[in-house]
């Protein structure tokens, strides 16, 4: 979809950013240090909470930059600060550094060498591109306005226990200096390597978590009737729980109930006492958010009931809906488009969620995505896959944006 409809705001657009400056060639010169880095922390994951090691190498690597870093923010946290050399704006820029419980299956020669722990959604790749913004932009110093602080956050996969954005907020880093603008990007399967994909408003969709414990009761699998099984119960809850999508919401409003995880029983003839489910909601707007979460507290106390069993329902807000600014989203959605060798497209919301959404909260701010789907390279499993690759030609643009970012916004409007 093209933002341009006339002839006269594409020509506005070239004069505002006609001195617009690009960082390519030196993002491109960093590109063996981007991989380098990379690999490092792929091939040494560690699961959310747990980012000693990265945390420690990314606290390294900025001092090597000559920024200034301070450690163990909200947890396992590294903030770098570079200070301009004028005054001007304050932009945080965020990279996570979590990986996921998953035992890799993706055949690259520097795979995780940690049994079932997995950088599968990319998190090693925006360390490393965040850590190329860092060196671009300590490079140009003397030009810079303003301060730019550079977030490395713990456990953005950990939304069951509140993630890692809140904790750093909680430590003060969107304050001292207070920031103006806040920025962060993701790599994504979903879309072609070198594409930027984002959109004003609403980009990803409020999650929360719910667990159902059904309450049965067990006996020998040769007489289920003097039973209440609650494996059969559990499995008609999780047929009419899709009823809340396709049935009982607006189905031109985004929203996703899954349920990701079922556990109950020991062994073949035992009818056990209860069955546990545990599942993600995903919704954009508040409204549908409350309905479906009162609709799966509805389903599961009817549909235990009816089979005579009982039911315990916990749902929990995760993170919220993940808003760019409508403004900021504008600009940044120009100045992408002048990077060269990449395309720059908007895109519907998604259902995914993240903890950047905390940030967008205490800032203006964009989060956008840099695609890294290519077939030709063998790029095509999705992310949270055990197959999942990045497609490290796509990380120079990275650094490239991020660094692009923070010196226009920091320099914004200030002479
Ligand atoms: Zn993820
Ligand atoms: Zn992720």
Do not use: W
Not at 14 to 26: K, M, Q, V
Not at 223 to 243: C, E
Not at 394 to 406: I, Q, R, T
Request: aromatic letters at 8%.
């Amino acid at each position: 979809m093209s933002r341009f409809n006339s002839l006269e705001s594409l020509k506005a657009l070239c004069t505002r950013f006609a001195s617009t400056i690009s960082f390519l060639d030196e993002a491109t010169e960093l590109e063996g240090y981007l991989i380098r880095i990379r690999r490092r922390i792929h091939a040494n994951p560690e699961l959310a909470y747990h980012e000693q090691e990265t945390a420690a190498l990314v606290a390294g690597e900025l001092k090597r930059a000559g920024i200034r870093v301070e450690t163990r923010v909200g947890g396992t946290g590294v903030v770098g600060v570079l200070e301009g050399a004028a005054p001007g704006h304050t932009v945080a820029l965020r990279a996570d550094m979590d990986a996921l419980p998953l035992q890799e299956l993706s055949g690259e020669e520097f795979a995780s060498k940690s049994k079932g722990v997995m950088h599968a959604c990319g998190h090693d790749s925006h360390v490393a591109m965040l850590l190329g913004a860092a060196r671009i932009l300590a490079s140009h110093r003397d030009d810079l306005k303003g301060a730019v602080k550079f977030l490395f956050q713990p456990a953005e996969e950990a939304a069951e226990k509140g993630g890692g954005a809140k904790p750093m907020i909680v430590a003060g880093v969107m304050e001292r200096p207070k920031v103006d603008y806040v920025f962060g990007l993701h790599v994504f399967s979903n879309f072609p390597s070198r594409t930027f994909a984002l959109r004003p408003g609403p980009l990803m969709a409020a999650s929360g978590t719910f667990k159902i414990r059904v309450l049965g009761r067990g006996g020998h699998g040769s007489a289920p009737h003097q039973t209440v099984d609650p494996v059969f119960v559990a499995a008609q809850l999780i047929t009419a729980l899709q009823a809340i999508r396709s049935r009982m919401v607006d189905p031109v409003e985004p929203s996703v109930v899954s349920v990701c995880s079922v556990h109950s029983g020991t062994r073949n003839n035992i009818i056990p006492d209860d069955a546990m489910l545990e599942g993600t909601m995903r919704t954009v707007d508040d409204f549908t958010k409350r309905r479906v979460a009162s609709l799966i507290r509805q389903i599961s106390y009817s549909v235990c009931r009816t089979f005579g069993a009982r039911c315990e329902v916990e749902i929990e807000d995760a993170y919220p809906v993940t808003v760019n600014n409508p403004g900021v989203e504008a600009e940044v959605f120009s100045l992408l488009s002048t990077i060269p060798g990449t395309k720059t497209v908007e895109v519907p919301p998604l259902l995914v969620a993240e903890d950047f959404s905390f940030f967008l909260r205490k800032a203006p701010g964009t989060y956008y995505f840099l695609g890294t789907r290519d077939e030709s390279k063998g790029c095509v499993s999705p992310n949270h896959s055990s197959r999942f690759k990045v497609d490290e030609d796509v990380m120079k643009y990275g650094a490239d944006s991020l660094a692009l970012l923070a010196f226009e916004f920091s320099g914004r409007g200030v002479r």
